[in-house]
């Protein structure tokens, strides 16, 4: 993610703060969430390791991706739909589709 959306919308704005936000400059959303523990290496319900090192996990849209992190998250290329993401009892889930049909969540308290 670009640095002026991650320190400036995310960071100045939303006082880095678990939630939805919108870049004013592409219309992009993206939302991030804290994990339980912090910083770690977490797995998902998809099998996939999930590395944190900022205590966070968000999704957001490809125009925000800066191509020289695409190595330290997961890129879905299939997207349609609306997407979700939710926290609860230190589980982050992410869902998305047109009916929320496809489904990771990842334990971030073990």
């Not at 004013?24 to 804290?34: K, Q, R, S």
């Not at 490809?62 to 997207?79: E, F, M, P």
Request: proline fraction near 2%; charge should be negative; glycine fraction near 12%.
């Amino acid at each position: 993610m670009a640095d002026d959306v991650y320190h400036g919308i995310w960071g100045e704005q939303g006082k880095y703060a678990d939630g939805a936000y919108v870049d004013p400059t592409t219309n992009a959303e993206f939302a991030m969430v804290g994990t339980a523990w912090g910083d770690g290496c977490f797995y998902g319900t998809d099998r996939q390791s999930y590395p944190v090192d900022a205590g966070i996990i968000g999704v957001c849209d490809a125009k925000l991706v800066k191509k020289s992190n695409v190595c330290l998250g997961r890129i879905i290329q299939d997207y349609s739909g609306k997407v979700r993401l939710s926290y609860e009892n230190g589980t982050i889930t992410i869902a998305w589709g047109d009916e929320f049909e496809h489904q990771i969540s990842i334990k971030t308290d073990a």
